[in-house]
């Protein structure tokens, strides 16, 4: 049985990591109901972007533009948006997880990262990190998205890579974090959002012309899917870190509860062999 001075040392240290945990839980918080309220706000324009531009592209010919064609050639790029930052549960392990589980192989796969956990992650199981973008989620910009954005379109118009993939988490409330990978190009439509009224199969017409006119949308449609991806990615990294705060918060005190008791078990042993002691003295004395 451990000594009275080693579970009081033991204490010591669980109490003084609870105060951690409750500090960055309350950090967390604060920064969760941010993010949670940018996420909120610019949902309704992404979730418009999507529907309209789902709509046009269901209405033309997918050999019409070269964003919308199929391609044999090329590397499969996954723009990976994790945090750089630990301590938030499976949130970063969720994400390289349905990487690896989504059947593309690893030897035809290319990173884009945006995140340090999750470059590092990748990199470990043997993934081609071909570039990073960390600093990015220190605090996402439309900017940022449009950047990154104009580079990756700019390797798959000069052939470089075939198709461009997102993997990101959605965040669907403060408690519930979905890890989503989605294609963007080539751009495809769903059977689904086609028969449930959310794109349309009607043929469009374009001015001036629909290769110019898709040159100029799909780009800004893929910034906006990528920004809408970073802000929701912030909030639930936020809302996963707070999570884990508190589940490391509560286990402290448990630790600490179950520690009392064998101090005071300890305590109460030693107390008793004290008493037995000098009344056995007391005894010889007689």
């Known amino acids: 049985m451990a000594s009275m001075r080693d579970i009081k040392r033991r204490r010591s240290s669980i109490s003084s990591t609870q105060q951690i945990t409750k500090a960055m839980k309350?950090?967390?918080?604060?920064?969760?109901?941010?993010?949670?309220?940018?996420?909120?706000?610019?949902?309704?324009?992404?979730?418009?972007?999507?529907?309209?531009?789902?709509?046009?592209?269901a209405g033309v010919q997918k050999d019409?533009?070269?964003?919308?064609?199929?391609?044999?050639?090329?590397?499969?790029?996954?723009i990976t948006i994790t945090s750089n930052r630990g301590l938030a549960g499976g949130y970063n392990s969720n994400v390289v997880r349905m990487i690896t589980a989504s059947g593309l192989a690893k030897e035809d796969v290319e990173i884009f990262a945006i995140g340090r956990k999750g470059e590092e992650l990748l990199a470990h199981r043997g993934y081609d990190v071909v570039t990073a973008e960390n600093d990015v989620m220190e605090a996402p910009t439309y900017e940022d998205a449009?950047?990154?954005?104009?580079?990756?379109?700019?390797?798959?118009?000069?052939?470089?890579?075939?198709e461009i993939y997102l993997a990101y988490t959605h965040f669907k409330n403060t408690?519930?974090?979905?890890?989503?990978?989605?294609?963007?190009?080539?751009?495809?439509?769903?059977?689904?959002?086609?028969e449930t009224g959310r794109a349309s199969n009607l043929l469009m017409n374009f001015e001036p012309n629909e290769?110019?006119?898709?040159s100029l949308i799909i780009p800004k449609y893929l910034s906006s899917l990528v920004f809408g991806a970073l802000t929701e990615a912030v909030a639930s990294e936020n809302g996963a870190r707070m999570q884990a705060m508190d589940s490391a918060t509560s286990n402290a005190e448990d630790?600490?509860?179950?520690?009392t008791l064998k101090y005071n078990r300890a305590r109460q042993g030693s107390i008793t062999q004290e008493l037995t002691e000098i009344i056995a003295g007391a005894e010889a004395l007689t």
């Open 26 to 57: 309350l950090v967390s918080t604060v920064k969760l109901q941010k993010a949670k309220g940018r996420a909120e706000d610019v949902s309704p324009y992404f979730d418009a972007m999507y529907k309209t531009v789902c709509s046009m592209i």
């Open 64 to 78: 019409s533009h070269p964003f919308l064609a199929a391609r044999e050639d090329g590397k499969k790029l996954i």
């Open 146 to 162: 449009s950047r990154i954005t104009k580079e990756i379109l700019k390797r798959f118009s000069e052939g470089q890579i075939g």
């Open 175 to 194: 408690v519930v974090h979905v890890p989503t990978l989605m294609k963007l190009l080539p751009v495809e439509v769903d059977e689904e959002d086609v």
């Open 211 to 214: 290769e110019e006119a898709l």
């Open 255 to 259: 630790m600490i509860s179950d520690l």
